[in-house]
């Protein structure tokens, strides 16, 4: 048996060594413009590089003539009707008149910070200025604009506005590039690009040579990969005196940002925001005469017990805001309010959301102020559904031709969201219930109320457990600030907090850096392959570095996965998964199908897994979703397989022109499955790309039908994300080593079992709400978690061995450990036929 492990060992070493001959050369020396990792990380040459200094009198010839082309054209559209049209909308923007300023620090420092309110046209305006003055001075060829966003759909819904500004097509002076996709042409100026890919141009062209200004956008999120960004740049700024970097931000941090960057000069655009009036709890309380009662408290989360697991989750969470709030309160001076006021704050729940307080809110607006759309922010779609339940039933709110209500949630479908920015018609009244998503990235014009419920779910990052965790939080003083603001865009709005203002003051000032609530593998692998030295030296030059256990728990699980060595220093798995865009398990899961030949499904797996579960469970139809879902799995105790049939099925019922019936029989998300079936295409096209797999090659091939090559290879991903199964009399006790006892989902098929006739489960997530739970998993017998579970390459036995025999010791099982005693028969075949 041992001499399997190795056979899978030196399969897989093999196989990687061959296919990676290509990339072998570059982690240690430059890159070069011919190498094929070129081509595989930037996307069939989106960046070309020009080295403006180093061209013939000829050359520099040409790029005037063309500069002056451009400033022509520039200026016939500037002439037009349409363009006339466009500039006065334009010169109506608060970042219109701070044009001069922003040009002129831009052009007389390196770094520049600049703040402004959403909407006020950083995004569209500042890199077309900086792109139209280029042009007027005749620097139109020359100039190469990169700006950065974190999200896709905003990268090319903002280079469509911009493009449409300088009546253009996309593709000409503006263009876009998001994973996999993109518009470029040979004289785009402006690329609009997530920070994802411009990370990935530093890892072929470390000093963004040609680049001229770099636009780092919504920094004010803290999203990680800005973060990241911004910790290379400062170090390459040194070595490109010439390059411009400009940061912007919604929120008012500048000055964090300027003090990173050495004092960099920081211009603010005033906005045009109309006054907005502020309700804190207890003036609501006055305003509405809403009573809470502790009782109210248990109803407003529907059912008492989830209200508990909430309140306990909360309270175990112990983080330092909760234990402001309750010292806020103690300390808080009522005095000025009526007594059923004061008795009525006595009774507040800071852990609940108060479903009937905000109803209460609702029906005040709705029956004795002025007409305008109300925006509710709530933490997340469950709550977002139970509380359109309930106003539905309202004999007030509930009258759909006087009241409308509107869920708006990332991930409904873009037709349902577009109604949420068309004015009802004959004067109904527009409730949309949002998450956080209404902050900064979308805006909705005749929203006058907004009410706060003061919390967002934020995921966060339990180092100590090393457990992802989904709880709402109090959200920062900055997010209560962006809701407040949302009332006033169109006219004078008002503001109703669900919160005193005592905890308000308690509030942090902004949300913590993402950096310092997820896990940071993906990340690590980043800084290995761009060889920035040694990761915890690198992470600890960021804004806020993330604490030392989260960056120790990250190179373990890369070690233990077989893409670090002990030196910490990339294998040949590691280069590969630091190449592909997914999740390194999710790349492991592809090398791993590509190796065994079982491509096909394994790409449906990934897909689904970095999209989200097309399988839908209606908040009233729970029941039968489940049950629709469970015949997909064919007791075979597993969601991933019970995926990969659904999808199956799904492109059968497509092609007999049934797909949306197929979709709607059994509660699939037909948008989630056309998703997985492009990312599907991605996937293997990256993989063609990177040489894993070979042009020729159909991901259908001969395995295709053994499930247990699926499953050995899911496991392959996945470990080590296993909890042992231990069934009892009637019902099953799941543990993993980090965690003890576990649960399953409902959704999951595992989760209604009362024997799973495997002694393993490998899961994909698990998240702690009150107890930690797992979302999707596979049962796996000994053999799969012994041959696939764990290191591969280099030094990949012992270390594997080891570990393995630790899990098996802790699992009470050392039998296994030491005698493999119970390696199952078509694992051994399958190898030994190879
Ligand atoms: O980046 P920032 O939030 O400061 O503003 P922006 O995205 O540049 O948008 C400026 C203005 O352009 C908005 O207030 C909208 O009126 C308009 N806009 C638009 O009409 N369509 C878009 N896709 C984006 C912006
Ligand atoms: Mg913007």
């Known amino acids: 048996p041992i001499g399997l492990q190795r056979e899978v060992d030196s399969l897989l070493t093999d196989y990687l060594s061959r296919k990676s001959a290509n990339l072998k050369s570059f982690p240690n020396t430059t890159f070069s413009r011919s190498s094929s990792a070129d081509s595989l990380t930037t996307d069939e040459g989106f960046f070309e590089q020009q080295d403006t200094q180093n061209f013939s009198p000829i ?31 334009r010169k109506s923007l608060p970042s219109y008149k701070e044009k001069e300023a922003l040009l002129q620090a831009i052009s007389l420092n390196q770094v520049v910070v600049i703040s402004g309110e959403t909407g006020c046209g950083k995004t569209t305006q500042l890199p077309q200025y900086v792109l139209e003055s280029e042009i007027d001075a005749a620097r139109g060829a020359t100039c190469s604009i990169i700006c950065t966003q974190p999200r896709r759909i905003s990268a090319m819904t903002v280079a469509e506005r911009v493009a449409a500004e300088r009546g253009e097509k996309l593709g000409e002076s503006v263009g876009y590039k998001v994973r996999l996709e993109g518009i470029k042409g040979r004289d785009t100026r402006i690329l609009f690009c997530t920070t994802g890919i411009l990370l990935r141009r530093l890892l072929v062209d470390r000093s963004l040579k040609g680049v001229t200004h770099v636009f780092v956008d919504e920094i004010h999120e803290r999203g990680m990969n800005e973060d990241f960004l911004l910790i290379v740049l400062k170090d390459l700024l040194p070595r490109r005196p010439e390059l411009k970097l400009i940061l ?9 940002f300027s003090s990173y960057f050495a004092g960099a000069p920081m211009v603010h655009i005033p906005g045009f925001t109309y006054p907005v009036r502020t309700h804190f709890l207890e003036n609501i309380l006055e305003i509405t005469g809403h009573r809470l009662t502790p009782y ?44 059923r006021t004061r008795e009525s704050l006595a009774c507040w729940n800071p852990d609940s959301i108060g479903f009937n307080l905000i109803e209460s809110v609702l029906v005040h607006i709705c029956q004795k102020e002025r007409p305008g759309a109300i925006l509710v922010f709530m933490t997340g779609w469950d709550d977002i559904n139970s509380l359109k339940e309930q106003l539905q039933s309202h004999p007030i709110l509930g009258d759909p031709i006087k009241v409308l209500i509107l869920p708006c949630h990332g991930s409904m479908a873009s037709s349902e969201q577009r109604l949420i920015f068309d004015k009802p018609e004959n004067g109904a009244r527009k409730i949309v219930l949002a998450t956080n998503m209404a ?26 457990n090393n457990t992802p965790c989904l709880l709402p939080t109090w959200i920062s003083k900055a997010s209560a600030r962006q809701r407040r603001g949302r009332a006033g865009r169109v006219q004078p709005g008002e503001c109703y907090h669900l919160y005193p203002r005592c905890v308000y003051e308690v509030f942090s000032d902004y949300q913590l850096p993402e950096l310092q609530r997820t896990p940071l593998q993906s990340l690590c692998l980043q800084i290995k392959i761009l060889r920035l030295g040694s990761i915890s030296e690198f992470l600890s030059r960021a804004l806020q570095s993330p604490e030392a256990l989260s960056v120790q728990n990250a190179i373990e699980y890369l070690k233990v996965i077989g893409a670090l060595d002990e030196e910490e220093e990339l294998t040949i798995l590691g280069r590969h998964l630091a190449i592909l865009p997914v999740e390194p398990k999710l790349g ?23 999209v989200r579960d097309p399988f839908l469970t209606p908040f009233d139809k729970r029941d039968l979703a489940d049950s629709a879902k469970s015949q997909f799995s064919c007791q075979d105790y597993s969601d991933h397989l019970a995926l990969i049939r659904a999808y199956e099925g799904w492109k059968d019922a497509e092609k007999a022109r049934t797909g949306y019936e197929y979709c709607w029989k059994n509660f699939l998300s037909p948008q989630t499955l056309k998703a997985i079936y492009s990312l599907r295409n991605q996937f293997h096209f990256l993989l063609k790309d ?26 392959a991903g996945l470990f080590p994300g296993i909890c042992s199964v231990v069934n009892k009399e009637r019902s099953i006790t799941l543990k993993t080593m980090e965690d003890g006892q576990v649960m399953l989902y409902s959704s999951s098929v595992n989760g209604k079992e009362t024997k799973i006739p495997y002694p393993w489960l490998v899961f994909n997530e698990k998240v702690k709400v009150n107890s930690v739970f797992l979302r999707d998993s596979t049962a796996v017998s000994d053999s799969i978690l012994l041959l696939f579970g764990g290191k591969i ?26 005698t493999y005693v119970t390696l199952k028969k078509e694992l051994e075949e399958l190898i030994l036929n190879k």
């Open 588 to 610: 492991k899961m592809l090398i791993f199908g590509a190796i065994f030949k079982c491509l096909d499904p394994i790409l449906t797996v990934v897909a689904g897994l970095s």
């Open 793 to 818: 390459c280099r030094g990949g036995l012992d270390g594997h061995l080891k570990m393995l025999a630790g899990y098996l010791e802790f699992f009470m099982k050392p039998e296994l450990a030491y």
């Open 690 to 715: 990177t040489g894993l797999v070979d042009e020729s090659i159909a991901p259908c091939n001969i395995w295709y039908r053994d499930e247990n090559l699926v499953r050995a290879v899911i496991c």
């Open 248 to 256: 912007m931000s919604a929120t008012l941090n500048a000055e964090l």
């Open 296 to 339: 109210n408290q248990i109803d407003d989360y529907g059912q008492e017990k989830s209200w508990k697991m909430q309140k306990q989750a909360l309270r175990k969470r112990k983080s330092q805001i909760a234990s402001s709030v309750e010292e806020a309160l103690e300390a808080a001076d009522f005095r000025d309010y009526s007594s």
């Open 59 to 89: 050359m520099r010839e040409k790029l005037l003539r063309r500069s002056l082309q451009l400033r022509n054209q520039q200026s016939t559209w500037q002439e037009s009707l349409d363009g006339q049209k466009m500039i006065e909308f």
């Open 439 to 464: 902050e900064t990235s979308i805006t909705i014009n005749d929203v006058i109320f907004v009410v706060d419920c003061g919390k967002a779910k934020e995921t966060s990052y339990d180092a100590l």
